[in-house]
């Protein structure tokens, strides 16, 4: 129970029963009332409405809440369903900066965010933990090459022109067209919260990818999908002949109990060579594992962060490309395209790397 006197505020419950032990005061409603010692009930739902609207028509503009509205039905995992282009990047957190992972996130969340998803073509962007607080991750999906590079760049300038400047530094960055995606077959819900295991390799010089090889990733799809709380994987591998070849692969789970076991799953198929030649790598580039801290998917619904006062983030709009970045002069750049494999087995200094 709460005593009301002078100017304070009346807590209305959402469900628009209110009930009142002790009050005076006027109300436009109710007109002049004093009952002490007894009570009086009042449906307030239309006032609740009427206020709630002149509330938020009374807010700031760069005060507001933005509401991203889904552009597509279900999530485009790339082929066969959907064209999908992804750029990775991993960043190192400098240890003199201040700065940990949860600090560098939030600045992408609130600066970067309301930018990247109002840019045409747009299909996702997560960030998640790594394992290690000193690096962190994030993952831009556009249907074209084109404007996911514009996304990889526009990335790059805002650490370059904001607070983030001197406080990260690229770790890995990869430019990736996707070849395959698995998953349910309509994603239209956020992965925030969940797991995501992420690697880059680089094949032996002068590998050739085999010619039944979407057949091979179609088969490890049928295994993944026997494990509780797969979400998603998604393949893509190199185009253009870059040389050698790098594969950047990626795996979603509800936990990382889900992850762990499609590992002891596979670790005896890749090591006795069931999947092939897929395993003819040279080296892993780089590996993350971590739960996913934000993810924005063009299919899902979201409240973006209010950006702070001053700020320009240019919410609320579908972006132009930044004429420095648009698709006629957009410079070559690495093309990693992504090929998923759950585990391979990779020759490394100080032993043996599955995954």
Not at 25 to 40: K, Q, R, V
Not at 221 to 245: C, F, H, K, W
Not at 338 to 353: E, H
Request: a negative charge; charged letters at 25%; glycine letters at 6%.
């Amino acid at each position: 129970m709460k005593l009301l006197i002078e100017d304070d505020e009346i807590i209305i419950k959402e469900n628009g029963t209110n009930v009142f032990l002790f009050a005076s005061g006027t109300s436009p409603e109710l007109g002049p009332h004093a009952d002490y010692g007894t009570s009086f009930t009042k449906d307030f739902i239309d006032e609740v409405e009427k206020v709630i609207e002149e509330e938020d028509t009374n807010i700031p503009t760069d005060q507001q809440p933005t509401i991203f509205e889904p552009t597509c039905d279900c999530q485009p995992l790339g082929p066969p369903d959907a064209e999908s282009f992804v750029v990775t990047r991993l960043w190192d957190i400098s240890p003199s900066s201040g700065f940990n992972d949860q600090d560098v996130i939030d600045e992408f969340n609130k600066g970067f965010a309301p930018i990247v998803t109002a840019l045409p073509g747009f299909q996702r962007y997560t960030a998640s933990y790594t394992g290690n607080a000193s690096t962190v991750f994030f993952m831009n999906a556009f249907d074209t090459q084109e404007l996911a590079h514009a996304a990889q760049e526009a990335a790059k300038d805002f650490v370059a022109n904001g607070v983030l400047k001197n406080v990260i530094t690229p770790n890995t960055f990869t430019e990736d067209e996707v070849i395959i995606g698995f998953g349910d077959e309509c994603i239209t819900e956020s992965s925030k919260g969940h797991y995501l295991s992420t690697r880059v390799f680089e094949h032996e010089e002068g590998y050739v990818r085999p010619d039944n090889e979407i057949e091979i990733f179609t088969d490890i799809a049928d295994i993944v999908r026997t494990v509780e709380g797969n979400i998603m994987y998604a393949v893509s591998t190199t185009s253009l002949g870059e040389s050698p070849q790098t594969d950047f692969r990626w795996d979603i789970y509800e936990t990382r109990e889900g992850s762990d076991k499609i590992s002891s799953i596979m670790t005896p198929l890749a090591a006795n060579g069931t999947f092939g030649d897929i395993n003819a790598l040279k080296k892993l580039v780089a590996v993350t594992e971590g739960e996913i801290a934000f993810d924005y998917l063009c299919a899902s619904p979201a409240n973006l962060p209010v950006a702070e006062s001053g700020e320009d983030v240019r919410v609320n709009e579908k972006l132009p490309l930044p004429e420095e970045v648009t698709t006629s002069n957009v410079a070559s750049s690495l093309n990693v395209h992504i090929i998923y494999s759950v585990l391979i087995c990779i020759t490394l200094v100080g032993g043996v790397y599955w995954r």
